[in-house]
């Protein structure tokens, strides 16, 4: 059975910090691993990785694929309040189909 | 921006009564797909549909699920005789495969189902 384990499960910190967020995944035939962000109802689509070391970036984000250990992190640099959500890591097999993790729950306290 | 369209926002409904919920993908899309999300648990895959036809669903895609695309523009997920146990967020999504294996999903606001 696939599986995604993100940790950690929830995180608190102030404005201006620097987060990780981690993502470890089994998923039979993989092609691709996701990330979005989810605030208040639909995930929002933020990075699809689907080659190991090749950072992507986008603003204050950024992710990085490691597909000989199986492991995917997420980086936000100088936190905003705005950045509070649930961060969703996906893994992307054969057939498209998503499996998720849990999220990591991310507060960002001013 | 394009973006995926899902009514109705919330929907309430009896134990054993019918529900479609409906879905517009995004117009260039090819593939479409049917997740839930049960109230504080993590975001679960049901199916995955192209070219009129179911590609891949999970265990919790039932005989009491059915999926369909009725037209050029809407996707529909019905489920014949409601449950419980089916009170959940449903979200649509789509992607559009490209020949490099582009799998980018987005996905629609979601329906959040009540079944009493």
């Known amino acids: 059975e696939d599986k995604v384990v993100q940790s950690p499960l929830s995180l608190v910190v102030h404005e201006g910090d620097t987060v990780t967020l981690n993502c470890s995944y089994e998923?039979?035939?993989?092609?691709?691993l996701l990330w979005y962000k989810q605030e208040k109802k639909a995930p929002t689509f933020l990075f699809m990785l689907?080659?190991?070391?090749i950072e992507k970036k986008s603003g204050r984000l950024s992710s990085i694929l490691d597909k000989k250990e199986l492991f995917s992190i997420l980086n936000i640099t100088a936190t905003q309040t705005g950045d509070s959500a649930i961060y969703l890591c996906?893994?992307?097999?054969?057939?498209?189909?998503?499996?998720f993790g849990k999220g990591t729950k991310l507060s960002v306290i001013p | 921006e394009p973006e995926v369209t899902q009514t109705p926002s919330h929907q309430v409904t009896q134990m054993g009564q019918e529900v479609i919920l409906r879905c517009v993908p995004i117009?260039?899309?090819?593939?479409f797909y049917w997740y839930r999300q049960i109230l504080g648990q993590k975001v679960e895959f049901l199916v995955s549909?192209?070219?009129?036809?179911?590609?891949?669903k999970s265990e919790i895609f039932d005989d009491q699920f059915s999926v369909e695309r009725p037209d050029g523009s809407n996707f529909t997920l019905k489920i014949r005789s409601t449950k419980l146990e089916d009170s959940a967020m449903y979200f649509c999504?789509?992607?559009?495969?490209?020949?490099?294996?582009?799998?980018?999903?987005?996905f629609g606001p979601g329906t959040r189902l009540t079944v009493l």
């Open positions: 999504a789509s992607s559009a495969r490209l020949a490099g294996g582009n799998n980018e999903q987005f």
């Open positions: 998923v039979t035939n993989f092609r691709s």
């Open positions: 689907t080659s190991s070391g």
């Open positions: 996906a893994g992307a097999a054969g057939s498209y189909q998503l499996t």
């Open positions: 117009s260039n899309h090819l593939y």
């Open positions: 549909f192209y070219n009129n036809e179911i590609s891949e």
